[in-house]
């Protein structure tokens, strides 16, 4: 009688134990903000590694699943023979949505961010001259200098520990308002014709380690 009363008790025990769930509440996102910060500052160390060029970002945390910031892309590269450095300057405010979010730290977990951003723009305008004579023909190439707005969406993930360091990685694509399209042989007349290298898409992404505050 007594192994059975140990018996019955030990598996309502184990029932009792299975039931327990724990309930995430609003207070405990706060308590955590508190802790490590709702503020957030971000290097990319991607363009520091691969290219002379800074990107530093900042993010304001609304919630377990928003938040807002703007980064800021400066290029020091001076090397024309890539379009991938067309870019100059850019400023890139963005809204995020952050899903399947496991923890309490806010703004961690998968996300969505739709940008827009502000770049001026450097490339190269090659013009060629005809001639009768096909020996004589030239071109010129006019280094073009424009500011131009891309509004644009990307995807990503981050992690945050307790210590309110960040990781996070993404990637994401725009596209130009104020490019013409002209970035083939373009004929203008019999006498010359125009070949236009300015970018109509851009690229948003990298690596970033941030730290909250």
Do not use: C, H
Not at 26 to 41: H, R
Not at 65 to 75: Q, T
Not at 117 to 137: A, G, H, M, Q, V
């Amino acid at each position: 009688m007594f192994l059975f009363s140990l018996f019955f008790a030990n598996s309502f025990a184990q029932d009792q134990i299975q039931k327990v769930e724990v309930i995430k509440s609003d207070k405990q996102v706060t308590e955590l903000f508190d802790a490590i910060g709702d503020k957030e500052i971000k290097l990319d160390v991607i363009d520091i590694l691969s290219q002379p060029a800074l990107n530093i970002g900042f993010e304001k945390i609304n919630d377990s699943y928003s938040s807002y910031g703007a980064d800021v892309f400066l290029n020091f590269n001076d090397n024309n023979a890539s379009r991938s450095w067309s870019e100059k300057f850019s400023l890139n405010p963005f809204y995020r949505f952050y899903f399947l979010n496991k923890t309490d730290f806010g703004g961690e977990g998968y996300f969505a961010e739709v940008f827009l951003k502000l770049s001026r723009i450097k490339y190269d305008r090659d013009t060629y001259f005809y001639n009768p004579n096909p020996n004589e023909p030239y071109s010129t190439v006019e280094e073009i200098k424009v500011w131009d707005v891309a509004p644009g969406i990307g995807v990503g993930r981050k992690w945050v520990n307790k210590k309110g360091w960040t990781f996070e990685y993404m990637i994401g694509f725009g596209r130009f308002l104020f490019a013409n399209g002209e970035s083939e042989d373009t004929p203008y007349d019999d006498d010359y014709s125009v070949t236009d290298y300015r970018p109509q898409a851009t690229f948003k992404g990298g690596i970033s380690i941030g730290k909250r505050f």
